[in-house]
Structure formats: structure tokens, C-alpha cells
């Protein structure tokens, strides 16, 4: 057997926006001693999904290639944690928290409204396109809990009107 | 019993992340005290004061120190802001209300053990906490407080950087969370060697919870004996605890190391909604055993929890009323430590699911007698078999929910169902005004 071609090279990326990635990067660099480049895996990952949308295989071999180590790395970071996207995802992203003080609450019966609400399972994108929802672990706001994150940021002591106003602002 | 505050008397003040309003406080009065001691003097006022890590452990923070290999340079500082066992919020309001103080516990503790590099490590879903604490950074380097000279008056250069996680719960695991500052996935490293010898990068790194550093200022300002004097016994000082849930106003107290559960729950908290009664608490975060309703009057210090049979762990308190199901919480819990397992040690990799599948199907009425026994099997095939402490804190949810409540597991098999119905999180399920240090949110 041979092996799969390997698919997709940093090279076949937009010039400009890999400009802009090396401009994002070089700031972060500055935190991490010169001889560790690879320890911001983790933020040349975050700023790539930033520019790019996702970690397409070009995109994380664009980051393995500029802190000096191998793809494979890339990868094994970008599908460990959950907040790195492999796959295209909608314009925004609601998460919602559904862990025991979140459900004690209200969070499940709000993460339910939501599925309903856009049509779709957990993870799933709306057919518009415009939201993909996701249910997650613990956010660190069980005293002002239900919460979620809309695009990263963190919304907390959620009802249903107020999830309303909150995703009514999106585009 | 004192009433002294150390961490929460700024929160909520006009401005209180701001450099001005810190030093006007007395901010950095305390670093300042320290540049004029010797570094050795300061570890010492850290025993004597019995701080104990707040990030769940409680070890001794004085004694980790002095684990520091006494000729390897470089050494780290890492501060583990990753805040995720379900249950806990507390350092999030430390860098929210009050940065500088975590900031200026950083610089005394790296001139304290000859550390010039800090890293936080901050978990990737508190993006406005990164904000925060990144700009208060950057505010203590341009006011000269950090940089080449602390102060601007001791040659002692010190960088403090915050490094993002990306969503794992598994970084808040010392040594996953080095891998992490590393630039790889979080997979907990085998110990010994601890990170206090073999660290970030192969070197000596000290790993503290934010909280726990957040009291070394008030410790050199005021002397370890008078720190250890507000607790009891081996633990000083005082200590945030948070309490969700079925409770009438949740939020973040200052207490006491030993105050009382239940004066917690039913007298700081208003007791419970509705006037119902509490069936269970959670007493250290998720993976604390679950006491009754009737354990609860106990004192929170972490070796009165241990003698109750539990963990006061992170100080994160989950109170359940009597009208919650327990299996559907247990499956919840479950859930998580099945999402969050890295996959790395076999027990818990495949034990964690197993458990979450079998608590699911007694939850949903069809499960059997031998399935709750199956569960404690399973439970105790885990717990010390795994390579960091997930498998434990996955098993002893398990362990405990199933020996305190282990009627109503059986009535799920018995009637084929969940006797709660629809209403298994509680009678009721809405959100309530939190006190967050006083705090109203």
C-alpha cells in the first residue's frame, strides 16, 4: 500500500493572509524563549483559525512550519482540544454549557430550546449557515450559571429572553 | 473566628484591576517589603503561614518550594489559572476584581526562588480574563514595576506572560498543563519527577494554583504566623469558596479555612429554594465524593472534609434539593470525566465511558441490579491505575453516589424509569442572583 498523497501544502495559501499570520505570530513569539519556538503551538493555532476559519492541513502546516517542528505536532494539537475547528464551522458559534450547575439551573432545557431553535444536533450548523452550536463542559461560571460562550465570549445567568437578545444581535 | 479578608476586599471597587487603585490600597507595598529580604526569608514566612494549594490538592505550598533542585537555572513559575473542575469559580474573579494582586504574589514569588520567566496558564475559555490580566501585565511593565529592575529599584529582570489553553480540562493537571505551555496535547507525564524538578522545558518549575499565590503578598505583609493564626491547625489563612446550585443566592465567599458547610449553604447562601431540603452537596468540586444532606455540618478545612470522606479539594460546592434525580446527576458527571479523559492510560480511557454508558441506561430505566454493581467494579479498577489523578476523580463521583444513594439507582431498575421524570435537575430550575465577594451579579 502506498500512503495517501498528503493533502494540502502551506503554500496554497492566500499570500496576504499568510502575511498576516506571520505578523500575529512574530508578536506572539516574544513570550516564549527563542530556542522554544514550538511552545506556541497552541496561540499560532488559534491565531491561524482566526485568519484562515479553520485548521485546514495547510493551515497547520503553515504553523508547523514556522515554529521549526513537524506537522504531525500541528495536528495533534489542533484535535486535542476542543476549541480548535478542523472543519468549517458557521459564522458564529454558541456553546452551551450543560454541566451539573449549569442543569441545575435551567442549561440543559436551554441547550434543547437552541437545537430546536436552529434545527439542528449537537455541533450541528444552522441551513443558513449563520450558527453552529455546540454543547460543552464546565465554563467556570456555576454561581452565575446558565452559561454560554457566543464566538468566545462568555454570557452568564441566561433565560430564554435573554439568550434571545443576546443571539438576536448576530448577523 | 476572624473576619479578616484577604482575597475579596477589593472586588467591586471603582477601577479595581487598575495599577492606581492597587497602590493606592497599598498595592506592591508588600513587593517592596520582599526586595528588602532576603529570598530565603520569604520561603520561610511562606511555611510558617500553612498555605495550602488551592487548586484542589492542598499541599503544603511552603514545602513544594523547598522541592526546587538548589543549583538548576533556570527555573520556572508557573501559575495554573485552568480553572475547569466543574464546580469552581473563584480564580476567574481574582483576575477579573483584582489582577494586581496575582501579579505582584508572581513577582514576589519568583524573586523569593530565583525564577526570571513566569508563565499563566489560563484556560482558552476565559478570553476576557486573558484581556484583563494581559493588560494588567502590560500596565506593571510600563509603570516599571516588572521588567529589568523590580520596582525600579532592584536589578532582578522578570517577564510574566499568560499562555491560553484551548479547552481541555486535563491542562489543569500540573504536567499536562507543562505539555501544554510545551506546545503539544495534554497528556499527564509520569512522576516522579515532579515538576518542582523536572518542569517546563526539562527544568525546575513551580506550579500553583492563582488563588494560592494571590496570598503571598498579604503572607510577607504581614508575616506567616499571622496568616496560620486566621486558620486552623495545617492550613492558614482564608479561602474562597464557591457554591452553586440549588441554592438561594450562589456565589463566591471569603471564609475561613474551617468554616462550616451547612452555615455556608443555609445561612450565607439563604438556604434552598423554595424551602425545600438539601439532598446532597458536592463538596470540593465535581470529583469530590458527594456527601448527604445530613453529612454536612462539618467544617470545610481540607483534613476535616477528608475525615468526612471527602475532598474539600478546589473549594467548589454543588448543593442538589430533594426533588433532584441523583442518577441524572451522576450522569452528568460522568459524561464529563468520559469527554475529558485524554485517552492516554487504558482504565480510565475506556472505564470513564463505560460508566457514563451504564449510569445512562439506569438513568433511562433500563438497567439491572448487576449494572450498579458493575459500576463500583468499574469504578474500582480506575481509581490508582492511571497515571494522573483523573481516573480517581472519574471513580470517586461514582463510588460515592452509588453507596449514598443507592435506593434510588434501584428504583430506576425496579419501576424501569427515572422516578423524577422530566424534572430529574430539580423542581426548579432557574437562575438566581449571585454575591461574588460581596459582589452582586
Same mark, same amino acid.
Not at chain 1, 497552541?42 to 508547523?64: C, D, H, K, S, W
Not at chain 2, 523569593?112 to 511593565?141: K, N, T, W
Not at chain 2, 434539593?321 to 475506556?350: H, N, W
Given at each position: 500500500m502506498t500512503n495517501p498523497p498528503l493533502v494540502?501544502?502551506?503554500?496554497?495559501?492566500p499570500r496576504e493572509k499568510v502575511e498576516h499570520f506571520d505578523r500575529d505570530l512574530a508578536e506572539v513569539l516574544r513570550r516564549y524563549p527563542p530556542d522554544r519556538k514550538a511552545a506556541a503551538m497552541l496561540p499560532a493555532l488559534r491565531i491561524g483559525q482566526e485568519i484562515f476559519g479553520y485548521l485546514t492541513p495547510a493551515v497547520q502546516r503553515l504553523a508547523a512550519d514556522r515554529l521549526g517542528t513537524s506537522p504531525a505536532r500541528a495536528e495533534e494539537v489542533a484535535t486535542f482540544?476542543?476549541?480548535?475547528?478542523?472543519r468549517p464551522i458557521g459564522r458564529h458559534l454558541v456553546e452551551v454549557c450543560t454541566n451539573v450547575s449549569c442543569c441545575l439551573t435551567g442549561g440543559d432545557r436551554l441547550f434543547e430550546y437552541l437545537k430546536h431553535k436552529y434545527g439542528v444536533t449537537n455541533g450541528g450548523t444552522s441551513q443558513d449557515g449563520r450558527v453552529t452550536l455546540r454543547e460543552v463542559e464546565c465554563l467556570g461560571a456555576c454561581g452565575t450559571a446558565p452559561a454560554m460562550l457566543v464566538d468566545e465570549e462568555m454570557y452568564e445567568r441566561l433565560d430564554p429572553k435573554k439568550v434571545e437578545e443576546i443571539l438576536g444581535r448576530l448577523e | 473566628m476572624s473576619e479578616t479578608l484577604?482575597?475579596?476586599?477589593?472586588?467591586?471597587?471603582?477601577?479595581?484591576?487598575a495599577l492606581r487603585t492597587y497602590r493606592a490600597d497599598g498595592g506592591y507595598a508588600a513587593l517592596d517589603k520582599a526586595l528588602g529580604m532576603e529570598p530565603a526569608a520569604i520561603v520561610d514566612e511562606v511555611k510558617k503561614s500553612n498555605l495550602r494549594g488551592?487548586?484542589?490538592?492542598?499541599?503544603a505550598t511552603g514545602l513544594k518550594w523547598t522541592?526546587?533542585?538548589?543549583?538548576?537555572?533556570p527555573r520556572y513559575l508557573t501559575v495554573n489559572a485552568?480553572?475547569?473542575?466543574?464546580g469552581t469559580f473563584k480564580d476567574r474573579y481574582i483576575i477579573e476584581h483584582d489582577p494586581h494582586m496575582l501579579i505582584e504574589g508572581i513577582a514576589i514569588t519568583c524573586y523569593a526562588l530565583d525564577i526570571h520567566l513566569a508563565y499563566?496558564?489560563?484556560?482558552?475559555?476565559?478570553a476576557r480574563q486573558a484581556r484583563i490580566l494581559e493588560a494588567a501585565i502590560a500596565e506593571a511593565r510600563a509603570a516599571g514595576v516588572?521588567?529589568?529592575?523590580l520596582l525600579g529599584k532592584k536589578d532582578f529582570d522578570l517577564d510574566i506572560f499568560v499562555h491560553r489553553g484551548?479547552?481541555?480540562?486535563?491542562?489543569?493537571e500540573e504536567s499536562a498543563l507543562l505539555e501544554s505551555l510545551e506546545g503539544k496535547k495534554g497528556y499527564p507525564r509520569l512522576k516522579p519527577p515532579f515538576p518542582a524538578v523536572v518542569g517546563l522545558w526539562g527544568k525546575p518549575t513551580i506550579i500553583n494554583n492563582v488563588e494560592t499565590i494571590a496570598n503571598v503578598p498579604w503572607i510577607v505583609a504581614n508575616g506567616g504566623d499571622a496568616f496560620a493564626g486566621l486558620g486552623v491547625g495545617k492550613s492558614g489563612g482564608t479561602r474562597l469558596f464557591g457554591v452553586s446550585g440549588h441554592v438561594n443566592r450562589p456565589g463566591v465567599f471569603e471564609k475561613p479555612?474551617?468554616?462550616n458547610l451547612k452555615k455556608l449553604i443555609m445561612e450565607d447562601c439563604g438556604g434552598i429554594p423554595g424551602g425545600r431540603k438539601v439532598k446532597?452537596?458536592?463538596?470540593?468540586? #465535581?470529583s469530590s465524593p458527594v456527601l448527604r444532606?445530613?453529612?454536612?455540618?462539618? #467544617?470545610?478545612e481540607f483534613d476535616a472534609v477528608k475525615a468526612a470522606g471527602s475532598m474539600s479539594g478546589s473549594g467548589g460546592v454543588i448543593v442538589f434539593d430533594d426533588s433532584t434525580c441523583m442518577v441524572r446527576a451522576l450522569a452528568r458527571i460522568s459524561k464529563f470525566y468520559a469527554e475529558e479523559s485524554?485517552?492516554?492510560c487504558t482504565p480510565c480511557r475506556e472505564g470513564t465511558s463505560w460508566m457514563e454508558g451504564i449510569v445512562e441506561k439506569i438513568e433511562h430505566g433500563h438497567g439491572t441490579a448487576a449494572d450498579v454493581a458493575k459500576l463500583e467494579q468499574i469504578a474500582g479498577n480506575i481509581g490508582g491505575q492511571t497515571i494522573c489523578a483523573l481516573g480517581d476523580a472519574a471513580s470517586m463521583p461514582v463510588q460515592s453516589f452509588v453507596k449514598k444513594f443507592r435506593d434510588e439507582f434501584l428504583r430506576h431498575v425496579e419501576e424501569r424509569?427515572?422516578?423524577?421524570?422530566?424534572h430529574g435537575w430539580g423542581l426548579d430550575q432557574s437562575s438566581r442572583p449571585a454575591l461574588v465577594g460581596g459582589v452582586r451579579y
Amino acid at each position: 500500500m502506498t500512503n495517501p498523497p498528503l493533502v494540502g501544502t502551506a503554500e496554497e495559501l492566500p499570500r496576504e493572509k499568510v502575511e498576516h499570520f506571520d505578523r500575529d505570530l512574530a508578536e506572539v513569539l516574544r513570550r516564549y524563549p527563542p530556542d522554544r519556538k514550538a511552545a506556541a503551538m497552541l496561540p499560532a493555532l488559534r491565531i491561524g483559525q482566526e485568519i484562515f476559519g479553520y485548521l485546514t492541513p495547510a493551515v497547520q502546516r503553515l504553523a508547523a512550519d514556522r515554529l521549526g517542528t513537524s506537522p504531525a505536532r500541528a495536528e495533534e494539537v489542533a484535535t486535542f482540544y476542543v476549541m480548535f475547528n478542523t472543519r468549517p464551522i458557521g459564522r458564529h458559534l454558541v456553546e452551551v454549557c450543560t454541566n451539573v450547575s449549569c442543569c441545575l439551573t435551567g442549561g440543559d432545557r436551554l441547550f434543547e430550546y437552541l437545537k430546536h431553535k436552529y434545527g439542528v444536533t449537537n455541533g450541528g450548523t444552522s441551513q443558513d449557515g449563520r450558527v453552529t452550536l455546540r454543547e460543552v463542559e464546565c465554563l467556570g461560571a456555576c454561581g452565575t450559571a446558565p452559561a454560554m460562550l457566543v464566538d468566545e465570549e462568555m454570557y452568564e445567568r441566561l433565560d430564554p429572553k435573554k439568550v434571545e437578545e443576546i443571539l438576536g444581535r448576530l448577523e | 473566628m476572624s473576619e479578616t479578608l484577604i482575597l475579596t476586599r477589593r472586588w467591586g471597587k471603582p477601577d479595581s484591576a487598575a495599577l492606581r487603585t492597587y497602590r493606592a490600597d497599598g498595592g506592591y507595598a508588600a513587593l517592596d517589603k520582599a526586595l528588602g529580604m532576603e529570598p530565603a526569608a520569604i520561603v520561610d514566612e511562606v511555611k510558617k503561614s500553612n498555605l495550602r494549594g488551592r487548586g484542589g490538592a492542598g499541599f503544603a505550598t511552603g514545602l513544594k518550594w523547598t522541592f526546587l533542585p538548589k543549583d538548576i537555572r533556570p527555573r520556572y513559575l508557573t501559575v495554573n489559572a485552568d480553572e475547569s473542575e466543574p464546580g469552581t469559580f473563584k480564580d476567574r474573579y481574582i483576575i477579573e476584581h483584582d489582577p494586581h494582586m496575582l501579579i505582584e504574589g508572581i513577582a514576589i514569588t519568583c524573586y523569593a526562588l530565583d525564577i526570571h520567566l513566569a508563565y499563566v496558564y489560563i484556560r482558552g475559555e476565559f478570553a476576557r480574563q486573558a484581556r484583563i490580566l494581559e493588560a494588567a501585565i502590560a500596565e506593571a511593565r510600563a509603570a516599571g514595576v516588572l521588567g529589568q529592575r523590580l520596582l525600579g529599584k532592584k536589578d532582578f529582570d522578570l517577564d510574566i506572560f499568560v499562555h491560553r489553553g484551548a479547552g481541555a480540562y486535563i491542562c489543569g493537571e500540573e504536567s499536562a498543563l507543562l505539555e501544554s505551555l510545551e506546545g503539544k496535547k495534554g497528556y499527564p507525564r509520569l512522576k516522579p519527577p515532579f515538576p518542582a524538578v523536572v518542569g517546563l522545558w526539562g527544568k525546575p518549575t513551580i506550579i500553583n494554583n492563582v488563588e494560592t499565590i494571590a496570598n503571598v503578598p498579604w503572607i510577607v505583609a504581614n508575616g506567616g504566623d499571622a496568616f496560620a493564626g486566621l486558620g486552623v491547625g495545617k492550613s492558614g489563612g482564608t479561602r474562597l469558596f464557591g457554591v452553586s446550585g440549588h441554592v438561594n443566592r450562589p456565589g463566591v465567599f471569603e471564609k475561613p479555612v474551617d468554616y462550616n458547610l451547612k452555615k455556608l449553604i443555609m445561612e450565607d447562601c439563604g438556604g434552598i429554594p423554595g424551602g425545600r431540603k438539601v439532598k446532597a452537596v458536592i463538596p470540593g468540586g #465535581s470529583s469530590s465524593p458527594v456527601l448527604r444532606g445530613d453529612e454536612i455540618d462539618i #467544617s470545610l478545612e481540607f483534613d476535616a472534609v477528608k475525615a468526612a470522606g471527602s475532598m474539600s479539594g478546589s473549594g467548589g460546592v454543588i448543593v442538589f434539593d430533594d426533588s433532584t434525580c441523583m442518577v441524572r446527576a451522576l450522569a452528568r458527571i460522568s459524561k464529563f470525566y468520559a469527554e475529558e479523559s485524554c485517552g492516554q492510560c487504558t482504565p480510565c480511557r475506556e472505564g470513564t465511558s463505560w460508566m457514563e454508558g451504564i449510569v445512562e441506561k439506569i438513568e433511562h430505566g433500563h438497567g439491572t441490579a448487576a449494572d450498579v454493581a458493575k459500576l463500583e467494579q468499574i469504578a474500582g479498577n480506575i481509581g490508582g491505575q492511571t497515571i494522573c489523578a483523573l481516573g480517581d476523580a472519574a471513580s470517586m463521583p461514582v463510588q460515592s453516589f452509588v453507596k449514598k444513594f443507592r435506593d434510588e439507582f434501584l428504583r430506576h431498575v425496579e419501576e424501569r424509569r427515572c422516578p423524577f421524570g422530566d424534572h430529574g435537575w430539580g423542581l426548579d430550575q432557574s437562575s438566581r442572583p449571585a454575591l461574588v465577594g460581596g459582589v452582586r451579579y
